[in-house]
C-alpha cells in the first residue's frame, strides 16, 4: 500500500476474505510512523450491497486496541470521499489533506461537508457507510 510522494509503504497486509462483488475482509499493519507500526495489525473490511440504481459501501476498521493512535483511523473520510470521487467522475484527484478532521472525541468528519455522515467508534471499530452511484 502506497501514495505517491511517500517515502515507502504506507502499509502492508493480506486478504484474508474475498468473496467479488460483495465483500473484501483484509489485515493493515500501518507503516507510516513507528507510533502506528506499533499498534500492530488491524482489520478492514469492505461489503458492497445492491441499494436501488446504485450501491452501499460499507467498511469496517476493526480490531484496534481501546486507545489506539488516532492516525489509525482519522483518514478514513478523506480515503472514502476520494474513492467516491474517482467512481462517480473518474477524477482521481486526491482531496487536499486539510480537508480532513478528527476531533477529540475520535468521531471524525469531512470539513465542508455536514451533511455527510460521521464515522462512528463502538469498542475498537469503526465504520462507515455511504452510498455511491456509478456511471
Do not use: F
Not at 486496541?65 to 489509525?72: F, I, K, V, Y
Amino acid at each position: 500500500m502506497g501514495a505517491p510522494g511517500a517515502a515507502g509503504p504506507l502499509g502492508e497486509g493480506k486478504n484474508l476474505e474475498v468473496d467479488p462483488p460483495h465483500r473484501l475482509v483484509q489485515s493493515m499493519v500501518a507503516l507510516w510512523s513507528d507510533d502506528v507500526r506499533n499498534e500492530g495489525a488491524t482489520r478492514i473490511t469492505w461489503e458492497i450491497e445492491q441499494v436501488a440504481d446504485s450501491c452501499r459501501l460499507t467498511v469496517t476498521h476493526d480490531e484496534l486496541r481501546d486507545g489506539a493512535h488516532e492516525e489509525l483511523y482519522g483518514g478514513w473520510p478523506m480515503i472514502l470521499s476520494g474513492l467516491k470521487t474517482w467512481l462517480e467522475t473518474g477524477n482521481c484527484s486526491p482531496p487536499p489533506a486539510r480537508s480532513c478532521t478528527a476531533t477529540s472525541d475520535r468521531s471524525a468528519g469531512v470539513t465542508g461537508s455536514p451533511e455527510r455522515p460521521p464515522v462512528t467508534r463502538a469498542h475498537g471499530t469503526r465504520q462507515r457507510s455511504e452510498p455511491v452511484r456509478v456511471g
